[in-house]
Nanobody, 119 residues
Framework: QLQLVQSGGGLVQPGGSLTLSCAAS????????MGWYRQAPGKQRELVAS???????YYPYSVKGRFTISRDNAEDTVYLQMNSLKPEDTAVYYC?????????????WGQGTQVTVSS
């Protein structure tokens, strides 16, 4: 069984930075794509970044140039570096895996972590 445990998040001022981490455990040999999604109140969960085992990445326009996803395959950990944060980045962020595609969510989720961007 595959599990994802997230860390990081919190409150940051506009223009600030935060880093999220997500460590996988269990049947990690099956992992290909890892990604980060977010869900703001009243909105659908959306993809913010994804990365293949080989390092290919995807970012939607809303975060491109501000967010960077990376992974350590040896440690089965994925990171999300978030810079130049805006109030509209406020959401619960979820780590995800289980998919073979950068654009399709898998069926394994982390526990979620709140990111609040506010002055």
């Amino acid at each position: 069984q595959l599990q994802l445990v997230q860390s990081g998040g919190g409150l940051v001022q506009p223009g600030g930075s935060l880093t999220l981490s997500c460590a996988a455990s269990g049947d990690t040999f099956s992992i290909n794509v890892m990604g980060w999604y977010r869900q703001a109140p009243g909105k659908q969960r959306e993809l913010v970044a994804s990365i293949t085992r080989g390092g290919e990445t995807y970012y939607p326009y809303s975060v491109k140039g501000r967010f960077t996803i990376s992974r350590d395959n040896a440690e089965d950990t994925v990171y999300l570096q978030m810079n130049s944060l805006k109030p509209e980045d406020t959401a619960v962020y979820y780590c995800n895996t289980g998919s073979l595609s950068l654009l399709i969510r898998g069926d394994v989720w982390g526990q979620g972590t709140q990111v609040t961007v506010s002055s």
